[in-house]
């Protein structure tokens, strides 16, 4: 059972357009929630992070939103640039005292110059 | 200083052999992780060690064997490993979860091992 989803695999955006990728979760429980980028053969980095107290988080071009009553964030990154192309997970928490970091199926962001 | 490192970064075993994966972090983190991540896939959690003590095993074969000899270092033993366990093995640290005043933290991760058994 796939707690953490992301329903697109793939995403094309043309350069210095946004990008929206899509998180859906279905433990309530889940209380925090991240972004990563991955690029091949490297680990994942953190982008950015939100907790369920707040509903959206600002980091330069990174915006994360999250609707905890439909279980749904979303990054948005603006502008888009050919170096963001990479497969992006979030990941999800259930709070504070709890390590298990659950991670979506990932989705592949292609920017195009 | 805000790295994981990882050594080595390939490997490749026989199902008989025995190897050790290793991990290095200095931020001061007091948990460190063990993730599986096959291509495709995302990643798995294996373990989870907090203050040097294991805290989660997310029921792992015993041919994996963690070790955390202490707060800055984290290995994984691998013994008769099969063909299927080949895949990019990821540690990752982060700060102790439940201390007052410390929110859930982000994980920082190394770059994998990547694992081959043949």
């Known amino acids: 059972d796939q707690q953490v989803k992301q329903n697109s695999p793939s995403l094309s955006v043309q350069e210095g357009r946004i990008s929206i990728l899509n998180c859906d979760y279905t433990n309530s429980m889940f209380d925090y929630f991240l972004w990563y980028k991955k690029y091949p053969a490297e680990g994942p980095t953190f982008l950015i992070s939100?907790?369920?107290?707040?509903d959206k988080n600002e980091d330069g071009r990174f915006t994360v939103f999250l609707n905890k009553s439909a279980k749904h964030l979303s990054l948005h990154i603006v502008p888009s640039q050919p170096g963001d192309s990479a497969v992006y997970f979030c990941?999800?928490?259930?709070?504070?005292?709890?390590?298990?970091?659950?991670f979506g199926t990932g989705t592949r962001l292609k920017v195009l110059a | 200083d805000t790295e994981v490192t990882q050594t080595p970064k390939h490997l490749v075993m026989g199902m008989t052999n025995k190897k050790s994966l290793k991990c290095e972090q200095h931020?001061?983190?007091?948990?460190m992780y063990w993730y599986k991540q096959k291509a495709k896939k995302p990643p798995e959690l294996m373990f989870v060690?907090?203050?040097?003590?294991?805290?989660i095993n997310e029921s792992v074969p015993s041919r994996f064997s963690p070790e955390c000899p202490n707060s800055s270092l984290l290995n994984l033993h691998l013994h008769a490993l099969q063909p299927e366990d080949s895949a990019l093995y990821l540690c990752?640290?982060?700060?102790?979860?439940?201390?007052?005043?410390?929110?859930?933290?982000?994980?920082?991760f190394g770059e994998g091992s990547r694992l081959t058994v043949l």
């Open positions: 931020m001061g983190h007091r948990a």
């Open positions: 990941a999800a928490s259930g709070g504070s005292g709890t390590y298990k970091y659950i």
């Open positions: 060690y907090s203050y040097e003590k294991l805290s």
């Open positions: 990752a640290s982060s700060q102790a979860q439940g201390l007052a005043g410390v929110e859930t933290g982000e994980l920082f």
């Open positions: 939100i907790s369920s107290i707040k």
